[in-house]
């Protein structure tokens, strides 16, 4: 089973940039898609998006899509989140999370998850 640690949060303004870095121990982290979520307070937590093991599939939910980029370095261990354009309402708890089978939307399910990192944008 994989164990995913997720860094980068922080306190950033409106329009700012942040990036979210997810280390994952294991030697076999290169056979599992990663997924990034959020849970803002007070809100159920939502898909932000997906990278397939290889890289080769990405998947964005809507409210991301254009300002947010998921990519993944297999020989780190790393799946990383790059936000853009930072707006208040991305405040919330990210995660990332892992599985042997990629999915992409808001349905699918993950066997590993991270403990979460928070991001704070200011108006």
């Known amino acids: 089973q994989v164990q995913l640690v997720e860094s980068g949060g922080g306190l950033v303004q409106a329009g700012d940039s942040l990036r979210l870095s997810c280390a994952a121990s294991g030697r076999t982290f290169s056979s599992y898609a990663m997924g990034w979520f959020r849970q803002a307070p007070g809100k159920e937590r939502e898909v932000v998006g997906a990278?397939?093991?290889?890289?080769?599939?990405?998947y964005y939910a809507d409210s991301v899509k254009g300002r947010f980029t998921i990519s993944r370095d297999n020989d780190k261990n790393m799946v990383y989140l790059q936000m853009n354009s930072l707006k208040p309402e991305d405040t919330a708890v990210y995660y990332c999370?892992?599985?042997?089978?990629?999915?992409?939307?808001?349905?699918?399910?993950?066997?590993?998850w991270g403990q979460g990192t928070q991001v704070t944008v200011s108006s």
């Open positions: 990278i397939s093991w290889s890289g080769a599939r990405t």
């Open positions: 999370a892992a599985d042997r089978i990629y999915c992409s939307g808001s349905g699918c399910s993950y066997g590993a």
